[in-house]
């Protein structure tokens, strides 16, 4: 009897000083700063004409409750929080619920969190489970509470949740999906949207509609069973057939938010940015996009991959003199994939990655005429190692080429051996020298882009050559101000010249060598399918492997970089890297078009020499191939 009295004692003890402290805590919130729920978390996202094209917390307009469709409203309360209007930020019987479901189930099956909980992660939180994000979460959502309304909260929160598709708020998912108010919702339509938000990926009608119908069919029971409707409603709202219009008013491009993360991702690795101003409020961000070369890359992709759905994309766009990207996408359409390939991955760069060997080997003594003979070779190493690249299709000269005929047949012998003559760890080296940050391992495959990159870094080098050999940071965002326009960081290039004047033009000329038809020999030029489509000069590569296409090509106006493969990494077939070149070429000349276009000044330490482009002979009488070739002036050919 004894014990039971000291167990009741101690059960009451902890109750009465969880209440006092809970309650403790509401009075000291009582007398901190009211925190600011209409700017936190607001980022406004401005293209490159200062036009906003995206705003963070999406309150292009904050519509009041009290012009919320009933039907918003109840779905939201019913499925979020159904105590919503009882509790003072948390509610403890769900909580207990939630715990004894999950410990039954021996998994996450049911949270506890409220609107208010929510609200808070969305304004102010990540959604990192430590502990002190936890204590935070509670504090906040105490001073929520204390400094606001039940329906001041909820009002704040219905217009900046997330609805999926790169829409936030609900009077914009209501224009969004069925092109209406908020205030006009039908209980069909409210129903659809209120099951968004748990999980906007997978929820929304536009990405996945048998699991959008699924969610709703929940929501509505949920509301029978919280006596907001009745069955016959809820049958009446669930056979409603309804017509999604999924477009913006403005900018309605499906590979814009690529951009956007993109540009978030750069906004927090800003040492200048706090993470607390961030999310605190009202940036203004004003970004290098350039919508004219977001919308040609998009229909580029759009119109080159319509008879593919599976394959996806990366591609950057790039002012190379300044280092702005100015369109850029992660994915062929954000509704259907999220994950941003243009920031998030890395893949083999196969051939593209040649030119920095060639810029290498002509700074160390090879000159464009340079020959190597290219013939099925085994390289031994060891006694137990050795390496025997191949030719692409299996096709060989079986005799002396050029480098510059190697970089127009993309030659693995060729590369090979030059990365072999000047030393394994010169290439990684190079690399580096350019800007790009991951690391390389000096083996023999390395010229043939056995390494994997992220295109971001990998194009930061390809700049350095198409900027003349200065360096400088490939770059979203050139500004932000605060709520008031006070500009609290601006974008400063840190120029280096980081490689020879000199060889960078020789390198950008043998690179238009490409898709020249005098180069038509033992193979064809690996870009002489799209040179129909070429009315500009440029520096020109691609790169294949057995699971990606490369095309990288500049010049002193614009670099473009596309990656075209499959997120499984299935195999690609033959012919799949025409993917990559087509929209290559159909971005970048459809960008230029009706532009004025500037190649690159010949620099006073280099010379021109005509030669037969097969094999660097000046005099050679035996074939009528002749091109202009570049060399370092002293180190041209001569006529014996």
């Known amino acids: 009897m004894k014990k039971i009295k000291w167990f009741l004692f101690f059960v009451c003890f902890c109750i009465y000083s969880f209440f006092f402290i809970h309650y403790g805590f509401y009075l000291v919130a009582k007398f901190t700063s009211k925190i600011d729920i209409r700017n936190a978390n607001s980022v406004f996202l401005y293209d490159n004409n200062e036009n906003l094209f995206f705003q963070g917390n999406g309150k292009k307009e904050w519509i009041s409750l009290n012009k919320m469709s009933k039907h918003i409203i109840n779905a939201t309360i019913s499925i979020e929080d159904k105590n919503f209007y009882h509790h003072v930020g948390f509610d403890y019987l769900r909580i207990i619920k939630s715990l004894y479901e999950n410990a039954k189930s021996r998994k996450y099956v049911q949270g506890a969190s409220t609107i208010t909980q929510q609200y808070v992660k969305n304004l102010y939180l990540d959604f990192d489970k430590r502990w002190d994000r936890k204590i935070e979460e509670a504090w906040l959502t105490i001073k929520m509470e204390v400094k606001y309304s039940k329906d001041e909260i909820l009002e704040g929160y219905l217009n900046t949740i997330n609805y999926g598709n790169g829409v936030f708020g609900i009077e914009n998912a209501a224009r969004y999906y069925f092109d209406k108010s908020a205030a006009d919702l039908t209980l069909a339509e409210a129903s659809m949207l209120a099951g968004i938000p748990n999980s906007p990926n997978n929820y929304s009608p536009l990405n996945d509609e048998l699991e959008a119908k699924k969610r709703q069919h929940v ?14 409603e809820k049958k009446e709202a669930f056979d409603t057939k309804l017509t999604y219009i999924g477009k913006k008013e403005k900018y309605n491009l499906s590979t814009l938010m690529y951009y956007q993360d993109a540009v978030m991702k750069e906004l927090y690795n800003i040492k200048y940015i706090p993470s607390s101003l961030i999310e605190t409020g009202g940036l203004k961000i004003y970004t290098n996009l350039n919508i004219e070369a977001q ?56 051939s593209t990655i040649k030119p920095f060997l060639y810029y290498a080997a002509l700074e160390n003594g ?16 060891g006694e137990n190692d050795s390496y025997a690249p191949n030719n692409y299709g299996q096709l060989y000269p079986n005799k002396p080429i050029s480098m510059a005929a190697a970089i127009a047949f993309s030659d693995n012998i060729y590369a090979v051996k030059t990365h072999l003559f000047i030393g394994e760890d010169v290439l990684v080296k190079t690399m580096k020298r350019v800007g790009v940050k991951e690391k390389l391992n000096p083996n023999a495959s390395l010229p043939l882009g056995t390494g994997e990159l992220n295109i971001i870094d990998f194009l930061t080098g390809y700049n350095t050559i198409a900027n003349e050999g200065v360096k400088v940071d490939l770059h979203l965002i050139n500004k932000i101000t605060d709520a008031n326009d006070n500009v609290i960081y601006e974008h400063k290039n840190n120029e280096e010249a980081v490689l020879d004047k000199n060889i960078t033009y020789i390198l950008n000329d043998l690179l238009t060598t490409t898709y020249d038809y005098n180069m038509l020999d033992y193979s064809t030029p690996t870009c002489l399918n799209i040179s129909a489509k070429i009315s500009n000069k440029w520096a020109l590569k691609t790169g294949t492997t057995d699971f990606d296409a490369w095309t990288v090509g500049y010049n002193k106006d614009l670099l473009v970089g596309v990656w075209t493969g499959y997120d499984d990494n299935k195999l690609l077939a033959s012919g799949e890297s025409k993917y990559s070149k087509n929209i290559w070429v159909d971005t970048a000349e459809g960008y230029l078009k009706n532009k004025e276009v500037n190649w690159y000044e010949m620099p006073e330490n280099v010379v021109g020499t005509l030669v037969n482009p097969i094999n660097g002979n000046i005099n050679d009488k035996t074939s009528n191939k002749k091109r202009i070739l570049y060399y370092l002036r002293g180190s041209e050919p001569q006529i014996r």
Not at 219 to 232: P, R
Not at 299 to 312: H, S, V
């Open 366 to 381: 090879f000159t464009s005429s340079t020959t190597f003979l290219s013939e099925p070779t085994v390289f031994t190493f």
């Open 219 to 232: 929501i509505l029971t949920s509301m029978v069973n919280n006596n907001y409707i009745t069955e016959e």
């Open 295 to 350: 919308t040609i890359l998009e229909n580029a992709i759009n119109n080159n991959l319509k008879e593919n759905q599976d394959m996806q994309i990366a591609s950057v766009v790039v002012e190379p003199k300044t280092g702005k990207i100015i369109a850029l996408t992660g994915g062929r359409d954000y509704q259907k994939s999220q994950f941003n390939r243009a920031t998030q991955s890395k893949r083999q760069v196969g």
